[in-house]
Each structure stands twice: as C-alpha cells, then as structure tokens.
C-alpha cells in the first residue's frame, strides 16, 4: 500500500504541475505541494443482485483539487457531461483516472492516463 501510495502522490504531483504550468502559474507549485495531504481510500463496490438497477455510489461531486481513480477490471465508472447525460467509461484494467475536483474546476476536465 505504502508504494502504491507514493505512485499515486508523484502522478498527482505531475498533473498538477501540468495544470499549474498550463495556467501560467508555475511559481505557486511549490506552496501548493508543500501544503497538501493525501488521503487513500480503497472502495469495493459491490455488484447489485440483477433484479435491481441501482447505482453502488451515489453521484457526487469530489471537494478536493483532484481524485485519481486506478482501475480494477470491473467498469462502472460514470461522468455527467456539461449538459447533463451520464457517460459510461469502459477503461482498461490498471488505468488512472484523474479528475478535477470541486477546488479546481474551470470546467468539468478529466484525464486518463493508462498505465
């Protein structure tokens, strides 16, 4: 868990730094990483019995700055676009999703790094 971990701190450091430097806001990167926590969870979400359709999570919104999902080999995955339809994501196994939270939005923006 512990190595996983830090895999999953350096991408978020990598994105972030992308997203800072998109911005033109380079020179705030490093009070920004110096300031973060991090915070692992590890869900399993299980199926529901085939005579009720029903979501395993509620939809919800992300307060962070940024969520980075790994893939296992069982999708369920969904993101609302802008104008209001629910998308599947069918994502190959030990892929990343990296997702920009309630913090950070300009626009509803996801990216998907496969491992």
Known sequence: MHTFSNAVAELDRLVVRMIFENYGVE?????????????LKFLK?????????MPAFPQHTDKT????????????LEVKSKDGEWISLQLPPKSYVVMAGDISMVSQTFYYINQ
């Open 45 to 53: 979400y299980l199926a529901p019995p085939e005579s009720i359709s």
């Open 65 to 76: 700055f940024l969520s980075i999902l790994h893939q296992n080999d069982v999708n369920g």
């Open 27 to 39: 020179k705030h990167y490093e009070s920004h990483v110096g300031s973060k926590t991090y915070l």
